[in-house]
């Protein structure tokens, strides 16, 4: 008799894992909430897999053995806990997926700067001649990849959310950019569930394995200091010269136990502390997979960045228009804040995560000439920077958000969409916030 797979969620990751679970011989029954959209309906046709939309029915599921949940799925809500209470494991799909391939698993978590690793780190690996995919919060779903490819390596960009729901899931080579305060909406409203949350990462891990973290970050150096680790630890850093990985006289310093590398960064596209941080993350990887500086630095130099993170748009009339849709929480937008030298027009606003904004008002004083908030609910929002500056509006449309944007701007300045919030009272996601501001603009 077969063993059954429910899956929860009809996203990239869920479906994904319907794929690899029907694969892998498992009967499996899918269940979403809302409407699943006409392009998966036939996908699921042509898989043959079982599914409903518009509810979840618990008696279609306590027959399952094993329940794949999509991350954006809180544990609290009823449905989970009586999966729970009926004693049906429940695992995310990086967890499902990691246990169907025998590939090097390059797992990058963190606050802020996961996407960006991920990508320099694909990058690194793929011109090196790797047989490798991009997976997990970004690119292709995980699952769906090894169902269907045959990759050797994987670099996986993974959320606190996904991290949640692994048993066994264990990184070959593990990394935290940095941690600060975001989706504790989702961990009771406490820091420090949320940095165990991201710890997950390493709990699996053998003395075997590399875990790579950001020593400058005194929130992760203390956790890392407190956390049982097993894993070989590398730290990357700046302002230290007690790291493995360092930086002095614009080149980053690799030191391992055969050699120091030195990696020159006056050429790369990338700016800003943050992304040097990264590009040491991604450098110190493909330097212990063995891949020679020049190729490093070359993946380096050339890349242009993650979409949706200070994405430079267009200039109109001297005026730049810059997508940071990307930014969702408060860090990150202090990072766009603080790299830009122009005056601002600053587009913000969205799902309010338990964000302290006080620490962005030193940077907006000093920059921001106008502030327009893009949300439902605008209320902490207009508290606290309401006054801050001489231009401060409310919208809930982009397209007018954008036009307000042009009207107030002078040539020389800067049109920054940095939310710090997230996306889903008025768009389906980050990337829709993005690409209608992108299309706002060149509607302009």
């Known amino acids: 008799m077969k063993k059954k797979l429910v899956v929860l969620g009809a996203g990239k990751s869920g479906f994904g894992a319907a794929v690899l679970g029907k694969k892998e011989g498992y009967e499996v029954f899918l269940s979403e909430k809302n409407n699943v959209n006409k392009n998966t309906q036939e996908l699921l046709f042509k898989e043959k897999i079982s599914w409903e939309s518009g509810q979840h029915t618990l008696d279609e599921m306590l027959d399952a053995q094993l329940v794949i949940k999509s991350p954006g799925i809180p ?14 494991l429940i695992i995310s799909e990086i967890e499902f997926a990691s246990q169907y391939t025998d590939a090097t698993l390059i797992g990058i978590t963190g606050t802020n700067g996961k996407t960006t690793t991920a990508l320099l780190t694909y990058e690194i690996l793929k011109n090196a001649g790797f047989n490798v995919g991009l997976a997990g919060n970004i690119g292709k779903s995980f699952a769906l990849q090894v169902a269907n ?29 940095n941690i600060t305060p975001d989706h504790l909406d989702r961990y009771n409203y406490s820091f420090d569930e949320y940095i165990k949350s991201k710890l997950k990462i390493v709990q699996n891990q053998k003395k075997s394995d590399f875990f790579l973290f950001n020593i400058d970050d005194y929130h992760l150096k203390s956790a890392v200091q407190k956390t049982k680790i097993d894993a070989q630890k590398i730290s990357f850093g700046i302002d230290t010269s007690h790291s493995q990985t360092t ?43 063995d891949i020679s500086k020049e190729s490093i630095r070359d993946s380096l130099t050339h890349f242009k960045g993650a979409p949706h993170r200070m994405e430079k748009v267009l200039t109109i009339q001297h005026v730049a228009y810059v997508n940071d849709s990307k930014a969702t929480n408060i860090n990150a937008t202090y990072f766009a804040l603080e790299s830009i030298d122009n005056q601002l027009i600053w587009i913000v606003g969205g799902v309010d995560k338990g964000n302290q904004y006080e620490s962005l008002l030193p940077l907006i004083r000093k920059k921001a000439k106008a502030i327009i908030c893009l949300g439902i609910d605008n209320t902490k929002l207009k508290d606290i920077f309401d006054g801050v500056c001489e231009i401060f509006i409310e919208t809930q449309s982009m397209s007018e958000a954008v036009k307000i944007a042009c009207k107030v701007s002078e040539p020389k300045d800067t049109v920054l969409l940095s939310p710090a919030c997230a996306s889903f009272d008025l768009f389906e996601n980050y990337e829709d916030r993005g690409n209608q501001f992108k299309a706002a603009v060149r509607n302009l």
Do not use: C, W
Request: charged fraction near 20%.
């Open 149 to 177: 490819s045959d990759y050797e390596y994987y670099v996986l960009e993974i959320s606190s959310f996904q991290l949640d729901d692994i048993q066994d899931f264990v990184p070959d080579i593990s990394v935290i950019t």
């Open 247 to 289: 930086f002095k006289n614009k080149n980053i310093k690799i030191k391992n136990q055969k050699s120091i590398t030195m990696i020159n960064s006056t050429q790369f596209k990338l700016s800003g502390r943050h992304n040097l941080l990264n590009a040491m993350a991604a450098a110190t990887i493909g330097n212990l997979l």
């Open 75 to 88: 544990n609290h809500i009823k449905l989970i806990q009586d999966l729970k209470r009926h004693g049906i």
